[in-house]
């Protein structure tokens, strides 16, 4: 693909100048990293970087019955959080397995963001649209990916970053909840507690005009260029799922270890209901495990899981040589009678079966704030 | 702009050669280090392997990716530099000095006289730059 097909966010040339690695990401061409995979990934957990996430998906569904729309639509209850509040959710097909994986954002019962993958932008968009039209409802599914531009400011000094920016009052959103409110130019920015690192962070959404002074001014209070790099060992580490490597339509939330965002009771039922209730019901068949390796060798997306006696019982889906805690890491699918926590099991490395043991996700939680 | 030593040999693999004496010393260059990122995983083989010209011998893995290594020349692993292997992070910031990987005594003096030399090595990464 020659690199005139891809998108640019509005951050391109601030990334360029920097020094960036580019490279192709869900159709755009985005930083990989910029000083390094691994001083990006401490600034992180030790201080606080600014990713350009710019390249995600915004969906507005707004109307009279956007709230029966989001239930629908996803796994989660849009009817259980407040205006201001977010939630991690599953948009599934009629098979239980997921079309994206997303961030819904509600403002009321009739107005609500969804924070879609890079990759599945057209995807989802068309597939929301077919099964709002498909049930009937009255609201409207709009695609505002082009309109928006979105910073993430993640690490324990995140809030400090955005107070700097946006006042004092920010300190006061809780995790997943969210404010609308001016920042620079923008008018009706967002503000969101959320994040993809498994650090306290915010995530601003704000209008494309903006962004570069926004990613300029972040840049002064000292928060540190991060890439889709270390965003990759960032998540691994806090056992967050990546569309495409460790959920895909061929897996459902209870297989994924994603059983938290599924509401099965006491709601209308979304997409893929009935296959979640079916699968419960009969015994998930494989879950998403955590794996560390006992033997000197990293484990990868698409390496095979072994039994002691060499039967094959899963499959790598993510793995790296974990940047913080200094081991190699991993998740992967593993069928249920093998998937016992404290289970040594053998990962495949070129040819060779290397030890692993399967334990509990994440790998990385971040220290309590007393 | 990427290192290239004069009194080197290349590979069009990015690995560089240094004659000691009748063995040669084998790393990777500041290209490859650089074109990998943050070195996490180097496996190399024991001491008395044969290596064949062309064929891998080893892996070197970053956070990202996992890169087969080449072997310049015909020959046999007569030591293999245990401390690059312990700390892999090296390769980032001593590729020609502390993390060279192995010491190798060539079967043909014809293989490392046939390698490239640095202003062909040169030549060859200008034009493979973006």
């Excluded at chain 1, 609201?139 to 690490?155: D, F, K, M, P, Y």
């Excluded at chain 1, 620079?184 to 993809?196: C, F, Q």
């Excluded at chain 2, 007569?78 to 060279?100: I, S």
Aim: proline share 4%; glycine share 10%; net charge negative.
């Amino acid at each position: 693909m020659s690199t005139a097909t891809l998108h640019r966010t509005a951050l391109f040339d601030r990334h360029v100048a920097a020094g960036a690695k580019m490279v192709d990401f869900g159709g755009f061409e985005m930083p990989l990293k910029y000083s390094g995979e691994t001083l990006e990934h401490m600034a992180v957990r030790n201080a606080v970087g600014v990713f350009d996430v710019s390249h995600m998906g915004e969906v507005f569904i707004e109307g009279k019955e956007a709230l029966q729309a989001l239930q629908r639509l996803v796994t989660n209850d849009a009817a259980r959080i407040k205006d201001g509040q977010a939630m991690y959710a599953g948009l599934l097909h009629q098979g239980g397995g997921f079309v994206d994986d997303v961030i819904v954002y509600r403002f009321s019962p009739t107005r609500f963001l969804v924070c879609v993958n890079a990759s599945n932008q057209g995807k989802d968009f068309l597939w929301m649209r077919a099964v709002v039209a498909g049930a009937g409802l009255d609201c409207v599914v709009r695609n505002e990916s082009e309109r928006w531009s979105q910073l993430a400011i993640q690490g324990p000094k995140a809030a400090d970053v955005v107070a700097t920016l946006c006042g004092e009052r920010i300190r006061e959103i809780e995790g997943y909840h969210f404010q609308t409110m001016p920042v620079l130019d923008d008018e009706d920015a967002i503000v969101a507690r959320t994040g993809y690192t498994g650090e306290d962070g915010f995530e601003l959404y704000v209008k494309n005009s903006v962004a570069t002074a926004l990613w300029d001014a972040v840049l002064r209070t000292g928060a540190l260029p991060c890439g889709l790099a270390c965003r990759d060992t960032l998540r691994l580490e806090a056992g967050m799922c990546l569309y495409g490597n460790d959920i895909d339509e061929e897996h459902t939330p209870l297989q994924a270890n994603l059983g938290w965002i599924v509401k099965l009771e006491d709601r209308p039922p979304f997409v893929g209901h009935a296959a979640l209730v079916a699968e419960k019901a009969a015994g998930v068949p494989r879950l998403l495990r955590g794996l560390e390796m006992i033997d000197r060798g990293i484990a990868r997306h698409g390496y095979e899981i072994q039994d002691a006696g060499g039967a094959v019982i899963g499959v790598v889906t993510s793995g790296t040589q974990s940047p913080h805690i200094n081991k190699a890491i991993a998740m992967g699918y593993v069928a249920r009678e093998h998937a016992a926590l404290g289970t040594e099991v053998h990962v495949v490395i070129r040819g060779k079966p290397f030890r692993a043991r399967v334990v509990k996700l994440p790998f990385y939680k971040r220290p309590a704030i007393v | 702009m990427s290192n290239v030593p004069a009194e080197l040999k290349y590979t069009a693999e990015h690995e560089w050669v240094r004659v000691e004496g009748d063995l040669v010393v084998v790393g990777i260059t500041d290209h490859a280090q650089d074109a990998l990122g943050d070195v996490v995983f180097v496996e190399l083989p024991e001491v008395g392997r044969a290596l064949h010209k062309g064929k891998a011998f080893g892996v070197v893995e970053s956070v990202k990716a996992v890169s087969d290594l080449y072997a310049p020349i015909d020959g046999d692993v007569v030591e293999v530099n245990a401390a690059v292997v312990a700390a892999p992070e090296q390769l980032n910031k001593q590729p020609y000095g502390a993390a060279w990987m192995l010491k190798v005594r060539p079967k043909n003096a014809a293989d490392v006289a046939g390698l490239l030399d640095a202003a062909g090595y040169s030549t060859l990464l200008a034009s493979i730059a973006k």
